[in-house]
């Protein structure tokens, strides 16, 4: 899943099995702190692009079967070998990472969700590389999932992303529903934006239960897991739309009362899927 600051998504660290946790957070202190070298600080773009290269170089000595000096690779370096990792979904994130140094605009939804497949995707595809449920059916699914959660972070963040002068809409729906980039939250554009965040709104969720049969494929804890996951996403989307779609005045986030629902919900999950959406 998304990389991003999980406060939707705790739950992950508690239903994970134990032989698998080192493994787990050996992957996500490598991706939090890419993350933190492109997006956090002061440094300049060219540091932030050089530190992110240095990173690269130490994952080129891991797939060469090196050893490495620095603590956290020399983890992850255990991890890959114990487990039979791949490498490349990594680059993909460093790749990811590195897109956010230089492009703050995406002018398509399909720019936007080649930047997901690579900023969110790999993390899933690890995960099912971690539980040896790696197939077609089940990679098409989690990359529908890890997707969908990175589409439904931007739509919560709008108003945090806009403070730093970065918009993860596509330029073409403002464009559709004529809305200024310059003028997102400005209130004569809230009909507008409204209307636009709908269909946001929408598009994230069709795509979350387009992937949401391999939480119920998936059997023990990470099926439980990832059906808590997607019930928090979809828990988000169902607050946005409570909301009236003002994310600039009520930023959603899950409170100790939505995982209560979330727990009840992922518990009642397939006659959920039937009973709402019509899913088999």
Same mark, same amino acid.
């Given at each position: 899943?998304?990389?991003?600051?999980?406060?939707?998504?705790?739950?992950?660290?508690?239903?994970? @099995?134990?032989?698998?946790?080192?493994?787990?957070? &050996?992957?996500? &202190?490598?991706?939090?702190?890419?993350?933190?070298?492109?997006? %956090?600080?002061?440094?300049?773009?060219?540091?932030?692009?050089?530190?992110?290269?240095?990173? %690269?170089?130490?994952?080129?000595?891991?797939?060469?079967?090196?050893?490495?000096?620095?603590?956290?690779?020399?983890?992850?370096?255990?991890?890959?070998?114990?487990?039979?990792?791949?490498?490349?979904?990594?680059?993909?994130?460093?790749? &990811?990472?590195?897109?956010?140094?230089?492009?703050?605009?995406?002018?398509?939804?399909?720019?936007?969700?080649?930047?997901?497949?690579?900023?969110?995707?790999?993390?899933?595809?690890? +995960?099912?590389?971690?539980?040896?449920?790696?197939?077609?059916?089940?990679?098409?699914?989690?990359? &529908?999932?890890?997707?969908?959660?990175?589409?439904?972070?931007?739509?919560?963040?709008?108003?945090?992303?806009?403070?730093?002068?970065?918009?993860?809409?596509?330029? %073409? *729906?403002?464009?559709?529903?004529?809305?200024?980039?310059?003028?997102?939250?400005? @209130?004569?554009?809230?009909?507008?934006?409204?209307?636009? +965040?709908?269909?946001?709104?929408?598009?994230?969720?069709?795509? +979350?239960?387009?992937?949401?049969?391999?939480?119920?494929?998936?059997?023990?804890?990470? /099926?439980? %897991?990832?059906? +808590?996951?997607?019930? /928090?996403?979809?828990?988000?989307? *169902?607050?946005?739309?409570?909301?009236?779609?003002?994310?600039?005045?009520?930023?959603?986030?899950? /409170?100790?009362?939505?995982?209560?629902?979330?727990?009840?919900?992922?518990?009642?999950?397939?006659?959920?899927?039937?009973?709402?959406?019509?899913?088999?």
């Amino acid at each position: 899943m998304s990389v991003d600051h999980y406060e939707n998504f705790p739950v992950a660290s508690i239903l994970l @099995p134990g032989r698998l946790r080192p493994a787990v957070e &050996a992957i996500y &202190a490598f991706a939090r702190s890419a993350d933190d070298l492109a997006d %956090e600080g002061d440094a300049s773009p060219e540091q932030r692009l050089a530190a992110l290269s240095a990173y %690269e170089a130490e994952l080129a000595r891991i797939d060469a079967g090196a050893d490495s000096e620095l603590p956290m690779f020399a983890r992850l370096a255990q991890v890959i070998r114990h487990y039979q990792l791949p490498v490349k979904p990594l680059y993909e994130l460093l790749s &990811a990472f590195k897109q956010d140094v230089l492009v703050s605009r995406y002018q398509t939804y399909d720019g936007l969700l080649d930047y997901c497949s690579r900023s969110a995707n790999p993390v899933g595809y690890l +995960m099912l590389h971690l539980y040896d449920a790696v197939d077609e059916e089940n990679v098409r699914d989690a990359d &529908a999932i890890c997707t969908a959660l990175q589409l439904i972070n931007f739509l919560q963040d709008v108003a945090i992303d806009l403070h730093k002068e970065r918009i993860y809409l596509p330029l %073409e *729906d403002l464009n559709r529903f004529a809305i200024s980039p310059a003028a997102l939250d400005h @209130p004569s554009a809230r009909p507008r934006w409204r209307s636009m +965040m709908k269909f946001e709104v929408e598009r994230s969720r069709a795509l +979350m239960l387009s992937g949401a049969p391999l939480a119920l494929r998936l059997k023990g804890r990470i /099926g439980f %897991e990832l059906r +808590m996951v997607v019930q /928090g996403g979809l828990h988000i989307l *169902d607050a946005i739309e409570a909301a009236e779609y003002d994310v600039f005045l009520h930023r959603p986030k899950l /409170g100790k009362r939505d995982w209560l629902s979330i727990f009840w919900s992922a518990i009642r999950m397939k006659q959920q899927l039937r009973a709402v959406y019509g899913l088999a």
